[in-house]
Nanobody, 127 residues
Framework: QVQLVESGGGLVQAGGSLRLSCAAS????????MAWFRQAPGKERDFVAN????????YYADSVKGRFTISRDDAKNTVYLQMNSLKPEDTAVYYC????????????????????WGQGTQVTVSS
């Protein structure tokens, strides 16, 4: 079992930056693929970024590529999402997700690909 707790959300002006953190419980954190999704009001939960086991590879949604960076610190059981050049359309609740994978497996990019979810953290970007 893995429990995920997000933090770092808030209100920021367009063009600003935020760093989200997701702290995970469990002693095998390094064997989990991790991802960030987001959900705006009235919309579906969308993929933002993922990072494979041991940070071997990352993948981003086109809408955030070049602006957001996902990273992980397995010693701290934490995954991060650095968000730069924020836009009003980035406003959403951001969720951290985890899935236990085998070495070399591709990290999923769909909601159904993840077994564990955090409670979400609100990010609001004002224009």
């Amino acid at each position: 079992q893995v429990q995920l707790v997000e933090s770092g959300g808030g209100l920021v002006q367009a063009g600003g930056s935020l760093r989200l953190s997701c702290a995970a419980s469990g002693r095998t954190f390094s064997t989990y693929a991790m991802a960030w999704f987001r959900q705006a009001p009235g919309k579906e939960r969308d993929f933002v970024a993922n990072i494979a086991w041991s940070g071997g590879s990352t993948y981003y949604a086109d809408s955030v590529k070049g602006r957001f960076t996902i990273s992980r610190d397995d010693a701290k059981n934490t995954v991060y999402l650095q968000m730069n050049s924020l836009k009003p359309e980035d406003t959403a609740v951001y969720y951290c997700a985890a899935r236990r994978v085998t070495w070399g497996a591709t990290a999923p990019i769909v909601v159904s690909g993840y077994d564990y979810w955090g409670q979400g953290t609100q990010v609001t970007v004002s224009s």
